[in-house]
């Protein structure tokens, strides 16, 4: 089975930039994704690409400020994530699964997961 390990994240001001990064342990053709969770709160959908990088979907709220891109030489998918706002503090996941991108925004109990890195947004 493939695991992904995760890097990146940190503490960052309102207005700042980071850069997420996902390794997926051997190649994959599945779609990847990243999720987050706030603390109190159920896990939610930021992001997904498939294989080709052609079909990509966000979330409401990051698209414009967030963009998802992967490199399928090096099994990794990125998070590049721009004007960061104190409520983008998470803990962000990436993950895959054998799904299209739309059904990639509901996770499933049998989903691939990273280890999960801490985003704080704060001044």
């Known amino acids: 089975q493939v695991q992904l390990v995760q890097s990146g994240g940190g503490l960052v001001p309102p207005g700042g930039s980071l850069r997420l990064s996902c390794v997926a342990s051997?190649?994959?053709?599945?779609?990847m994704g990243w999720f987050r969770q706030a603390p109190g709160k159920e896990r939610e959908f930021v992001a997904a690409?498939?294989?080709?990088?052609?079909?990509?979907a966000y979330e409401a709220v990051v698209k414009g400020r967030f963009t998802i891109s992967r490199n399928n030489d090096e099994n990794t998918v990125y998070l590049q994530m721009n004007s960061l706002k104190p409520e983008d503090t998470a803990v962000y996941y990436c993950?895959?699964?054998?799904?299209?991108?739309?059904?990639?925004?509901?996770?499933?109990?049998?989903?691939?997961w990273g280890q999960g890195t801490q985003v704080t947004v704060s001044s």
């Open positions: 051997e190649h994959t053709l599945s779609a």
């Open positions: 690409i498939d294989w080709s990088g052609r079909n990509i």
């Open positions: 993950m895959t699964a054998d799904r299209d991108v739309v059904k990639l925004m509901f996770f499933q109990p049998s989903d691939i």
